[in-house]
Structures are given as structure tokens and as C-alpha cells.
């Protein structure tokens, strides 16, 4: 099946599927539930003050463009605050990588940014969408993967630096809002089981 054809496949099963797949990605942790979906990794922020951090790591063999991604993502998120979801969804009999970028807006933070990568079963890119679980009708549709200038600071509006896996040598002047080399700098309680390190600290 070529890309176009995946991307039209993909497009009407996100369509019809979205609030539905989205609140099953919401609450796939839940203890019992079982989602018609694999969850391969995630993030996710508990609190924010104190600041609990919650990472769930890629176990199993993925594609390196789609743990590339993971890692992308999980980048923007130390600078805006914005959980990720990374699920393997059948659709027709093929498997693909929904990526989920899902920013956190509430008192202490606002930061309203939804975005969905999707990439197939061999880690080529389809399509991404950057719309909000309540606008399908204005749903709009990317042929190429997002970057920093789409995960912008919810108070400040400044993206964060290029991710640093596309330019390691690159120079930037602000902090991220956290890492993990910074949580257990400051002394934050580490809580590890199999695959997932939950962190609680100060920021």
C-alpha cells in the first residue's frame, strides 16, 4: 500500500476515531483497562508543584524514526510541560505509531497544544494533525512532522530550542522547566519499576 493511500486510511480513521482513540490514550494507564491499542511509551506530568514526572521508556523494538520522534517530542515537553503518549493502533489489517502531544492547561500552567504524529508500522512518516479533541471539524492535517515553532511556551509563547538530536552542537540561552538530570539534582524522590521512573521533586 503506498504512502498516499495510508495517509487517506489514516485521516478517515482519526477522523471518525479521534475523541474516542483520545480518551482511551487519556486513561490507557488506568489499572484493568484494556484499550483496543498497544501503549509503547509515555509521559507523563502528575503535578506540577511539587513537579511529578512520570516516564514510561520504549521496551520493544520500534523504528529509530519513531523513537526519534519519542525522543523529539519528550524534548518539547521539558520546555513546555505537555504530556506524550506513543500507542500502535491497527487499522485494515496494518499497524501504525500514533504519537500524542498533549499539553497541560490548568492553574498553575496553559498550554492548550494537541498534536498527533503517525507513522507506519516501518517507521515511515504518514501524516500529522494539530487539531483539538473538540474541533474535528477544523481539524487541520501536516505532511511533514512538527517542530519546535509548534510546541511554544503556554505563558511566554517562545518555542523552545531546535530538539537536539537534529543539531547537538546547537547553543541556547534559556532552561528547559525540567529533566531528569535536573529533578535528581535537586534532590527529587526516584521510584523505579520495570520499564517506568517516576520522579516527584521541587522546581
Known amino acids: 500500500m503506498d504512502l498516499d493511500t495510508q495517509r487517506l486510511m489514516v485521516r478517515q480513521f482519526y477522523e471518525e476515531q479521534y475523541e474516542n482513540l483520545s480518551e482511551m490514550v487519556w486513561y490507557s494507564k488506568r489499572e484493568g483497562f484494556s484499550p483496543p491499542f498497544e501503549r509503547i511509551a509515555s509521559v507523563t506530568i502528575g503535578e506540577l ?27 518539547y515537553s521539558q520546555w513546555n510541560f505537555a504530556y506524550l503518549f506513543l500507542v500502535k493502533v491497527p487499522i485494515n489489517e ?40 473538540y474541533q474535528v471539524l477544523s481539524m487541520k492535517w501536516n505532511e511533514k512532522p512538527f517542530t519546535h515553532e509548534d510546541c511554544r511556551d503556554g505563558k511566554t509563547n517562545e518555542p523552545p530550542p531546535p530538539w537536539s538530536g537534529d543539531d547537538p552542537n546547537a547553543v541556547y540561552y534559556s532552561e528547559p522547566l525540567w529533566t531528569e538530570e535536573m529533578l535528581i539534582r535537586e534532590g527529587a524522590k526516584v521510584e523505579e519499576k520495570e520499564t517506568l521512573t517516576r520522579y516527584v521533586g521541587r522546581w
Open 49 to 75: 508543584s511539587p513537579l511529578e514526572v512520570e516516564i514510561e521508556r520504549i521496551n520493544q523494538n520500534v523504528p529509530q524514526s519513531v523513537s526519534d520522534a519519542f525522543a523529539r517530542h519528550l524534548w
Open 94 to 133: 496494518q499497524s501504525f505509531f500514533f504519537l500524542f502531544h498533549l499539553g497541560i492547561s490548568d492553574d498553575a500552567w496553559d498550554n492548550d497544544t494537541s498534536l498527533v504524529e503517525i507513522f507506519n508500522e516501518q517507521g515511515e512518516f504518514v501524516d500529522a494533525t494539530d487539531s483539538t479533541f
